[in-house]
């Protein structure tokens, strides 16, 4: 079957929600330790953090979690032309310099735009409109995350050519109940692939950094983490989208974020935090033992909530890479996108939300 264009799944002028990967070509060394050479890049997990949080800072995105892997990436994103409408034209024209500056200071970093630099874009209407767009595009995230750290791998490495497999894979998030599966599946990586036994030993997770600024609150009721998932407190996950969503706020409108470290103060599922947090752990604790114990009774209620079947939460977890291709959602759901392009049908077998 031939790959499905890139505009038939993204489309930057409406809010979606994508799973991507992004894996080494050849499956070569992007963290760790390389078994052939014993040269670590381990600090190389930094760089695409780093990037990932510049990134989430200047493009009208929300990153909802991550995972940095060995030889590849994931990333749950979601796009938000919503809240680029509301940027005036030199806020477009700033942040695009930011992503692509004319100059740069002695460091590295973007050089202020001068009045000329902002004007050039500013004055040209197709120009603008087109940088517009770009700014809540997921593949021009995607671009400017692969093509940072491939210069940079490949600089190190003094090496050239091909650093990554390809165009990216991405997998479109139709309702709540993928979205959960999929952060889940996303977040509990490292314990799948038995680099880590629970989600606060695995490194470089977007888990581990909520639970790591978690850490250091003292109370940790439902109705505290609510309002300071959206402050300024939370150091590590700051640049993050909040989890549970705020259904004072985001029923209004965009909602943009004041701190400028990310795109909104818009949440992504239902349910708190600390649920979802502990959520993760036992789903962790039950992949990790490979058995399917009874999921504790006050986190059944939080799957029933979203349309999931308790029984078979871990194992759509284990499986979710593997059930879903192009999108990922109920079978109602998988019907109406396989409609919207123009097919017939879209695969998922043994779909696991099919009993939603």
């Not at 992007?30 to 040269?39: I, N, P, S």
Request: with cysteine; net charge positive; hydrophobic share 35%.
């Amino acid at each position: 079957m031939s790959r499905l264009a890139r505009r038939k799944v993204i489309d930057p002028a409406e809010i979606q929600v994508l799973h991507t990967v992004q894996r080494c070509v050849r499956r070569a060394c992007l963290c760790g330790e390389d078994a052939f050479t014993g040269k670590s890049f381990e600090h190389r997990r930094e760089w695409i953090r780093s990037r990932l949080e510049f990134l989430a800072s200047v493009l009208g995105i929300d990153c909802l979690t991550y995972t940095v892997l060995s030889n590849h990436l994931h990333i749950v994103l979601r796009s938000r032309p919503d809240i680029v409408k509301t940027w005036s034209d030199e806020e477009v024209a700033r942040r695009w310099l930011r992503l692509f500056p004319k100059r740069k200071n002695q460091d590295g970093t973007p050089a202020e735009p001068s009045k000329a630099e902002i004007d050039m874009i500013v004055n040209q209407p197709d120009v603008l409109a087109e940088r517009r767009k770009r700014l809540s595009d997921v593949s021009w995230w995607m671009r400017c995350v692969s093509e940072n750290i491939a210069r940079r791998s490949n600089r190190e490495d003094d090496c050239t050519g091909h650093f990554w497999e390809g165009r990216f894979k991405c997998q479109l998030l139709l309702d709540e109940a993928s979205l959960l599966a999929c952060s889940a599946y996303v977040d509990l990586n490292p314990v799948r692939a038995a680099i880590a036994e629970t989600p606060e030993g695995s490194e470089f997770t977007g888990a581990k950094d909520r639970i790591d600024d978690l850490s250091c609150r003292g109370d940790r009721t439902r109705s505290s983490t609510h309002d300071w998932e959206r402050s300024r407190c939370r150091n590590k996950s700051g640049w993050m989208s909040p989890i549970e969503i705020d259904e004072r706020r985001d029923a209004v409108g965009p909602d943009p974020e004041p701190s400028g470290r990310r795109a909104s103060r818009k949440g992504f599922l239902s349910i708190s935090m600390l649920d979802y947090l502990q959520l993760l752990d036992w789903t962790g604790r039950e992949i990790r033992a490979g058995k399917a114990g009874a999921i504790p009774a006050h986190l059944a209620p939080i799957l029933s909530r979203i349309g999931l079947d308790p029984p078979a939460w871990c194992d759509l977890v284990k499986r979710f890479g593997r059930v879903y291709h192009r999108a990922a959602g109920t079978v109602e759901h998988l019907a109406e996108e396989a409609t919207r392009r123009g097919n017939k049908w879209m695969c998922a077998p043994g779909n696991p939300l099919a009993i939603s």
